[in-house]
């Protein structure tokens, strides 16, 4: 079967770096997606990968490894507003999107 | 102007009833979905529709049937409702090549929790 593992929860502090990670196992991979989710409201995009490596956008940035069927998503200088789920999304061989469960990152002062 | 949007962003109903969903798309794009969300955050694909025609079709029951009158619109209608369709859903939309394939990011309504007592 198909499967997206990311952790549940993770907590940080205000102004630190975190790290969320991401593996998968799908038939076929056509590139990765992250997107943020605030508690009530609309799943909003990130970045996406395709190519191994990483992506720099602003504070936030995205790493791909395909070999290893992982990726992470690295937020720096952590603010209070970075407080939501990030959701971990797969494009599959059929071009069908793979979604995990998402990671709830609290952030604290 | 928002670029998804979704009505009612709330719905408390009865079990047993029908209701409907409406979802509209201003941003010319090809592609439109229906996601339902629950409890443990999971989004799943119910549907997806490319130029009126339905190319994704997971397995959801037949009590939940999608309507698009054109291509920026893709209602949901959901009959005899039951208590395990209390859930968020969520209209997105995308601009794709063909054949339903994932080539750019999804835009999404602000959804719609449904829930059934």
């Given at each position: 079967g198909q499967n997206i593992d990311q952790p549940t929860e993770m907590t940080a502090t205000e102004g630190a770096i975190v790290q969320i990670n991401c593996t998968y196992q799908t038939s076929g991979f056509n590139g990765l997606f992250w997107y943020q989710q605030h508690a009530g409201e609309a799943p909003t995009f990130l970045s996406y990968n395709v190519l191994d490596g990483l992506e720099e956008k602003g504070r936030f940035s995205s790493f791909l490894s395909r070999s290893k069927g992982y990726s992470y998503l690295l937020l720096k200088e952590l603010q209070m507003k970075d407080s939501a789920s990030y959701l971990c999304a797969v494009v599959d061989s059929n071009y069908q999107l793979i979604w995990g469960a998402g990671t709830k990152l609290i952030i604290k002062p | 102007d928002t670029a998804v949007s979704q009505t009612p962003k709330y719905l408390v109903t009865q079990m047993g009833n029908d209701k409907s969903i409406k979802c509209e798309q201003n941003?010319?794009?090809?592609t439109m979905y229906w996601y339902k969300q629950d409890s443990k955050k999971f989004l799943k694909i119910m549907f997806s529709y490319n130029n009126k025609e339905l190319i994704i079709n997971e397995t959801v029951p037949n009590r939940f049937s999608p309507k698009s009158p054109d291509k920026a619109h893709l209602n949901l209608h959901i009959n005899s409702?039951?208590?395990?369709?209390s859930a968020v859903y969520f209209c997105a939309s995308s601009q794709e090549t063909?054949?339903?394939?994932?080539t750019g990011e999804l835009f999404f309504g602000e959804g719609s929790r449904l829930t059934v007592l």
């Open positions: - | 941003l010319g794009h090809d409702l039951e208590l395990g369709d063909s054949g339903g394939a994932v």
